[in-house]
């Protein structure tokens, strides 16, 4: 072996076990008892208070590189991905400038990652009014799916697909089995609701109500039914919403759902008023709906747990005036996840390995991901020593992404990443994270 790993704790596909792990030319290799003789060019002993967790895979992602990098960039993000524990992220189609809409956007966008990402990365394409005859290039391309809005997006340059743009959508990705991922909010709901303006979360939070969500959510299952397609709901924070959902999968359609930290973490009482950091679209609900969020993760109904991280500058959020309305929603949080899903998850009764599936495993397996998410013989070796125990306040001049502003921070989490390997090395210094396409990942 190149390199082992002996774990007191390692969360594995069979449940927390003693094990060492070996690694031979990046891959995982080998796993043994703890007290096996593997010998190893290099060995790591994990501390009694650390355990050995599969790489994380963020499937939602907002780079924002090229174009509006001073948002993000490469660099910063796929450090700050390291940073907690992420070792695969996947890059969505908008907020970059060109936005990955046509083949050769989805090049401008690998040309302006190459030799910059610290983990390995991949990208979603976007579907929009007039690119129907582009999907099936952008995903030879090697995108891992198609992103779409049911309304407008916050960027012109990615405008919404109407309901009938995108059933047609849909059924050019169920004739490639790609998958549509959808930013499930009802424009007419929320054109009927009292516009966003001012300092008063609680007006922000009545101008997106849970209904837009809910209406969204039921036309995509109406679509995915009469098309055939997958479909996978982005960032749900409405509740109400589970049932449908639920309801959806039982009937044996092709859906899934994700949710993100700071709907498990937060809740719209708690928030001040004037505090932009907290606003994303849809918004952070009541607590009772976050309860809510956190049963429908323990039923399954939610696969996944990923970060939405989509940061701006500081200006952009309008801190100094609080206005909700005028603020680019948008929640940074890619070095946190797990520290901040992880913290609320032992509360509430859930452990590690459960974590783990619903941000490394089923992330992968949702974006076909077949060497990623598990510590597991032939997956890459891509791994975090974790320190679950370890309490720590978030600083956000600490993070590792570009802008300094987060509403976790001044936050008491649990969990520290002491250490994240990407292929068997350890990310530190020079970038050697790859760019992924589907099929060769
Ligand atoms: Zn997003």
Sequence with gaps: MDLTLLAPRAVT?????????????????????????????????????????????????????PGRAEWEGFDTATRAAAAGGVTTIVDMPLNSLPPTVDADALQVKRKAADGRVHVDVGFWGGAVPGNLG????????GVFGFKCFLLDSGVPEFPP????????????????????IVHAEDAEVIEAAPPSCGRRYRDFLASRPRRAENEAIKAV???????????????????????????????GLRITAETCPHYLTFHAEAIPDGATQYKCCPPIRE??????????????????????????????????????GHAWGGVASLQLGLPAVWTEARRRGHD??????????????LAGFARKGRIAVGMDADLSVFAPDEPFTV??????????????????????????LLRGREVSGAPFGQLLSRGDA
């Design 13 to 65: 596909p069979d449940g927390i076990a003693a094990v060492t792990v070996g690694v031979r030319s990046g891959r995982i290799a080998a796993i043994e008892p703890i007290d096996a003789d593997l010998p190893a060019e290099r060995s790591i002993r994990l501390g009694d208070d650390e355990v050995l967790l599969p790489g994380l895979v963020d499937t939602h992602v907002h780079v924002n590189d």
């Design 134 to 141: 582009e999907l099936p290039r952008l995903h030879a391309g």
């Design 161 to 180: 697909l109407t309901h009938f743009e995108l059933a047609d959508a849909l059924r050019v990705l169920r004739d490639v089995d790609a998958l549509m």
């Design 221 to 251: 299952i109406t679509l995915a039914r009469r098309t055939g397609a997958r479909v996978h709901i982005l960032h749900l924070s409405s509740a109400d919403a589970l049932p449908l959902i639920a309801d959806a999968k039982a009937e």
């Design 287 to 324: 607590d009772a709906n976050r309860d809510a969020l956190w049963q429908g993760l323990a039923d399954g109904v939610i696969d996944i747990v990923v970060s939405d991280h989509s940061p701006c500058t500081p200006d952009l959020k309008r801190l100094d005036t609080g206005d909700f």
């Design 352 to 365: 590690l390995a459960r974590v783990v599936d619903w941000m490394a495993t089923k992330p992968a397996s």
């Design 395 to 420: 600083d956000v001049h600490k993070l590792a992404h570009r802008n300094p502003v987060t509403p976790y921070h001044g936050r008491d989490l649990h969990g520290i990443v002491r250490t994240t």
